[in-house]
């Protein structure tokens, strides 16, 4: 495999680090990404801050955590977990937190994660492949009912259950699955219809990999963990590549960004509000050209508010 093959374009760079870098002593900060990949954002942040200034990483991707150790850098340090436990950090400790979804070409690109129906690889999928169980493993196990449950809700696939219906029957007659080719052939032969350039095991790819790592519930997580870490004035910035992902974020910012006042109990105080809303952005023309990957890429940004006393 060669390098060019698996290097890493990273999406809204400088844009996401100008808006996560907003305050008037930000240099000085102390920062979080929630999502180290393969480091672009965390070097462009480095490269801001002051001497002052600290960055700390999470990522469940033991290739990232080697690729983080060419960082030689005092204000860096990274954690080999999910992004979901940056709520254990202090409370207040944090002056921004950065989290770009999704998966990062190298994954992509590399057929023995098994991430891609473009290669011949096994059936992996893992984030972290030093733990869990890969999607190969729970499909020789799992029902029609759980199969169809993960395809049409993380995939939004309408042939859900046509797919794991011929996945309990290939199982039956010949053994599960275990490649990505062959998954993606089950996947062509039972699905008819597809929109135009797509492949029409896309859905159903993406669906086993958010499942099989979790990919929501610790974004839920994540973000909730958000309002307790952030600093007044801290910035949350999150970049989204689906639809899913990009409905939790959006929901959200919103919930946080207004006054709760519960009608059950008419005299109590409403809950004030704990985000700020400051926009969203989207890839210039110019960026998805020169990286099509961008062109799904959404950028939501929100401002911790002053927590009451």
């Known amino acids: ?54 960055l700390l990483a999470f990522d469940k991707d033991p290739e990232a955590i080697a690729e983080a150790g060419r960082i030689d850098d005092v204000r860096f340090s990274i954690r080999h977990e999910g992004f979901s436990h940056l709520g254990e950090l202090p409370t207040g400790s944090v002056d921004g937190v950065l989290m770009d979804l999704g998966i990062s070409s190298p994954q992509i690109d590399s057929p023995e994660r098994g991430f891609s129906f473009r290669f011949e690889g096994p059936l992996d999928m893992r984030m972290d492949t030093t733990r869990g169980e890969s999607v190969a493993c729970w499909l020789a196990t799992a029902s029609v009912d759980q199969i169809s449950e993960v395809v049409r809700d993380y995939g939004e696939e309408r042939f859900a259950f046509q797919i794991a219906k011929a996945l309990v029957a290939r199982r039956q007659e010949r053994g599960p699955i275990s490649s990505t080719t062959d998954l993606a052939q089950l996947v062509a032969d039972t699905v008819k219809t597809r929109e135009p350039g797509q492949n029409p095991a896309t859905r159903t790819f993406q669906a086993f990999r958010i499942f099989i790592n979790a990919e929501l519930e610790e974004l839920q997580q994540a973000l909730e963990g958000c309002l307790r870490v952030l600093a007044p004035g801290g910035r949350l910035v999150v970049i989204s590549f689906h639809s899913l992902e990009d409905r939790i974020v959006k929901q959200f910012m919103s919930k946080h960004a207004k006054e709760v006042v519960d009608r059950r109990v008419p005299f109590a105080e409403p809950v004030k509000m704990r985000l700020n809303l400051c926009g969203r952005r989207r890839p210039s023309e110019t960026e998805v050209r020169g990286n099509p990957r961008a062109r799904s890429a959404i950028m939501r940004m929100a401002e911790r508010t002053e927590v009451p006393a």
């Open 1 to 54: 495999m060669t390098e060019a093959v698996l290097s890493h374009t990273t999406v809204l760079l400088n844009e996401a680090v100008d808006e996560l870098l907003q305050a008037p002593a930000a240099v000085d900060g102390h920062y979080v990404d929630a999502t180290f990949g393969r480091g672009g954002h965390s070097r462009l942040i480095l490269s801001r801050l002051s001497k002052q200034g600290r």
